[in-house]
């Protein structure tokens, strides 16, 4: 199985922090789970002008490819102004409208106050569904004052990641195993 962890923004430090502790949390708690994290603040990528996405080089090339060749992703993203970042969607613009078939994904949301729990509900979840993706339904969502000095300080956040990551290997492994099992009844 391959997760790859997409840090969805250019700017900030907290959602690559959080990031970086879901992909730490894979690699303690399913050593045979490949993770690669993808922070978009250290690649440039084009914005997408509606070429197939194999057709793009470099980073966007790089990056799309990544996406298309994993079993799971896990996408954290701040909220800015009650909305996701330009950089995010505009990956989920490069990639093809089923991208997402077959593919688990979970949520990592940063954000400075409560008031946006909702946005990954009404703004990140219609866009993943259109794509096909398999949600995993509870995301975490981590606030302003779960973090001090570069570090998350809150104990239920470390709680609510792990199930994160046990919640994204499970429903992966449950969907290919019945994707395997469905594929195996046709003979050809």
Do not use: C, W
Request: charged share 25%.
């Amino acid at each position: 199985m391959k997760v790859i962890g997409l840090s969805g923004s250019r700017v900030g430090s907290k959602t690559r922090v959080a990031m970086d502790a879901a992909i730490s949390l894979f690699a303690e708690k399913y050593p045979d789970v490949e993770t690669e994290l993808i922070d978009l603040a250290e690649y440039n990528v084009e914005f997408s002008d509606g070429r197939n996405y194999l057709d793009y080089t470099g980073d966007t090339g790089y990056v799309t490819q990544a996406i298309m060749e994993a079993d799971a992703l896990v996408i954290g993203t701040p909220i800015f102004q009650a909305s996701i970042p330009a950089t995010l969607k505009n990956i989920f613009d490069l990639l093809p409208v089923d991208a997402l078939r077959d593919k688990v994904v979970s949520i990592i949301v940063t954000a400075g106050s409560a008031k946006h729990y909702l946005i990954p509900e009404v703004q990140l979840k219609p866009i993943l569904a259109y794509m096909k993706a398999q949600i995993v339904q509870t995301y975490v969502f981590i606030e302003e004052q779960d973090f001090r000095r570069k570090e998350i300080t809150n104990h239920d956040v470390h709680l609510r990641l792990e199930r994160l990551v046990e919640d994204t290997v499970v429903l992966t492994d449950t969907f290919t195993q019945t994707r395997e099992a469905k594929e195996a009844e046709y003979d050809f």
